[in-house]
């Protein structure tokens, strides 16, 4: 096994050594010998600095078809633009788009495919869409009876269960698919055992998940890739799940700007101290409130041990400028209450409600949630139910 690039704290007083599942070659390559394979990957899917597709493609097997999710195979396109059908310049193999109007593998694109291989770096936040990617894979392998393997990475959000569940009979969306919170606290490959155990895929799936080697949930876990153009560095990655929500608001999360996910600003917030103008960027070419002037809050300096080990999303931001600007141009309802997973914690903020209360509602929901997970993890986890008061 090559050497890693990656190293995790289990605890304060020692450091291990930790290995997504497509480093562990041994138990899936014999797999996909004498196989055609298609694989669903992007610019994360490395061994090393080695793509999976290289890898594979060095050691013989046939690799006929890539599968390409947001972002696309480079992880360079805009969040939400559509992903084109093309060619890997490199190997020449065909790339297939399963992000924009098409977002299942349909039996056409499968054909001639013996097995299939996922392996994409995840951030354990429901609406971050590769999990949706996951569940569109999973149904159409178990409709087309390809077995699937999922090569596990360990989630850099996994330590913590945190925020709403989602109500999937309302607010079902390629942005939430799952009766799950925010915050989920589980791998890629875990999460996908629950979609399998819990019948959420309309097909039942063959799927065998590679589990990381030395990784708990409670450890910290740096991204060695940044694993979309909007979260390059680890501090974007631990704000995003409660930063996100600004996107169903007038204001800014700093797309167009070089620290997405670390700042918030809005053009009527009081505070002129801190300033920034979103402009066209490379993954952000028509960033929200482009070319106006945002005033806000600054995160770039956050801790970012202090970010993990606070373990809940950050509220206080969002709390904060509805407090401050004007309450009629703050919310856009429908995007807002489509990343929540449903209306109540919008209506919680106008009501007015301070953090520990609207954490409160969320108690039972999460309580329950945290019991359903438990028979499909993988690793060692610490999470125990909030008590009641």
């Known amino acids: 096994m090559p050497s890693p690039n990656v190293e995790r704290s ?5 450091i291990e050594t930790i ?11 014999p797999l996909l010998l004498n196989k055609k394979v298609g694989l669903v990957v992007n610019h994360t899917s490395l061994i090393d600095n080695t793509h999976l597709v290289d890898s594979l493609l060095s050691r013989g097997i046939d690799v006929i078809k890539i599968f390409a999710p947001e972002h696309g195979l480079r992880g360079q396109a805009d969040a939400g633009a559509d992903i084109n059908d093309s060619v890997d310049t490199k190997t020449g193999i065909r790339i297939i788009s399963i992000y924009g109007a098409k977002k ?13 291989v996922f392996d994409i770096q995840d951030v354990g936040v429901r609406f971050y869409t590769y999990i949706s990617t996951l569940h569109y894979v999973m149904e159409a392998a178990g409709e087309n009876v390809i077995p699937l393997i999922v090569l596990d990475r360990p989630n850099p959000n996994g330590h913590y269960v945190d925020g709403p569940v989602l109500d999937t009979v309302k607010y079902r969306s390629f942005v939430g698919m799952h009766p799950i919170p925010v915050v989920y606290g589980m791998t890629i490959g875990e999460l996908g055992k629950m979609m399998k155990g819990e ?42 799940p409660g930063i996100c929500f600004f996107e169903g608001t007038t204001g800014s999360l700093g797309r167009g700007t070089p620290f ?10 009081p505070d002129k101290t801190f300033s920034f103008i979103p402009k066209p960027t490379p993954g952000a070419l028509h960033p929200p409130l482009e070319g106006i ?12 041990d202090s970010l993990f080990s606070t373990a809940k999303m950050n509220l206080t931001v969002l709390l904060d400028f509805y407090q401050k600007v004007p309450k009629d141009k703050f919310f856009n309802a ?8 449903g209306p109540q914690f919008r209506e919680a903020i106008q009501k007015g409600w301070g ?4 954490r409160e509602s969320w108690k039972a929901d999460l309580n329950a949630f945290k019991l359903k997970r438990q028979p499909y993890l993988l690793y060692d986890d610490a999470l125990q139910c909030m008590p009641s008061k």
Request: proline share 10%.
């Open 199 to 240: 019948k959420w895929i309309k097909t039942d799936c063959n799927l065998t998940v590679i589990p990381c080697m030395n990784y708990t949930h409670n450890s910290f876990y740096e991204l060695p890739v940044k694993p979309s153009p909007n979260l390059p560095n680890e501090r974007s990655v631990l704000l995003y």
């Open 355 to 358: 953090e520990d209360q609207i």
């Open 334 to 341: 429908a995007w807002f209450d489509k990343l929540a997973g």
């Open 260 to 269: 997405p996910f670390q700042v918030a600003g809005h053009p009527e917030y």
């Open 293 to 304: 002037t945002c005033y806000g809050v600054d995160l770039t300096e956050a801790n970012v």
């Open 104 to 116: 299942k593998p349909t039996s056409a694109d499968l054909s001639g495919v013996d097995i299939l």
């Open 19 to 29: 290995y997504p599942g497509s480093w562990d070659t041994e138990k899936y390559f």
């Open 10 to 14: 289990s605890g304060p007083d020692s």
